[in-house]
Nanobody, 127 residues
């Protein structure tokens, strides 16, 4: 069965960095776009970043552009989110997601486009 396991969350001070990892199994990783979403308490789950199946196209929410970098290592079936210059407003549970279908193009910004989800990893940024 499909499994997505996130790691790398934690508590960091404003301006600090974290790298999240998402290890995937149970599907042909190289065929699927991957994404990161986040959800703060009492708020909806928001798009953070996505990468297409080949790694040739990446997408970011405006709020993280220039600070976060998504990447994938197909040899390890893992997607990463490097987060720099963290701010208190980045505090949330971060979720990894795999696309609804292989080779999906477009629709990356909606949670409805993503079929498989990890359990989430907490990121807390102190001021």
């Amino acid at each position: 069965q499909v499994q997505l396991v996130e790691s790398g969350g934690g508590l960091v001070q404003t301006g600090g960095s974290l790298r999240l990892s998402c290890a995937a199994s149970g599907f042909t990783f190289t065929q699927y776009p991957m994404a990161w979403f986040r959800q703060a308490p009492g708020k909806e789950r928001d798009f953070v970043s996505a990468i297409n199946y080949s790694g040739g196209a990446v997408y970011y929410a405006d709020s993280v552009k220039g600070r976060f970098t998504i990447s994938r290592d197909d040899a390890k079936n893992t997607v990463y989110l490097q987060m720099n210059s963290l701010k208190p407003e980045d505090t949330a549970v971060y979720y990894c997601a795999a696309a609804e279908r292989p080779y999906m193009s477009g629709g990356y910004y909606s949670p409805n486009s993503w079929r498989y989800w990890g359990q989430g990893t907490q990121v807390a940024v102190s001021s």
